[in-house]
């Protein structure tokens, strides 16, 4: 049973920079996908970035060139750096993993496990 807790929100002016993290326990599966999801209130859930086991990193377009996703080498942490914050980027930010061997961050159906959010307000 994975765990994941997410850390590192908070509250940046724009053009500012938040790094966010996620604590990963419990994870024993070989094939997997790690991500970040962000949401706003009246919003969906949408897909930041994702990692996978095998492949290429992916990132939504409103994140390619600003966000950076990484994992440690132990696989026990995720994060996203974020650069160059606008308020339209206001929102919780989740951690979520999928036994999937490809990251599928169109579709959050297919991750299983997920964090409680940290909220990150751009003002």
């Known amino acids: 049973h994975v765990q994941l807790v997410e850390s590192g929100g908070g509250s940046v002016q724009a053009g500012g920079s938040l790094t966010l993290s996620c604590a990963v326990s419990g994870w024993p599966v070989r094939q997997w996908c790690m991500a970040w999801f962000r949401q706003s209130p009246g919003k969906e859930r949408e897909g930041v970035a994702g990692i996978p086991s095998a492949g290429q990193i992916s990132y939504a377009e409103f994140a390619e060139g600003r966000f950076t996703i990484s994992q440690d080498g132990a696989k026990t942490t995720l994060t996203l750096q974020m650069n160059s914050l606008q308020p339209d980027d206001t929102a919780m930010y989740f951690c979520?993993?999928?036994?999937?061997?490809?990251?599928?961050?169109?579709?959050?159906?297919?991750?299983?496990?997920w964090g409680q959010g940290t909220q990150v307000t751009v003002s």
């Open positions: 979520a993993a999928a036994r999937t061997t490809y990251c599928f961050i169109d579709l959050p159906s297919t991750f299983t496990s």
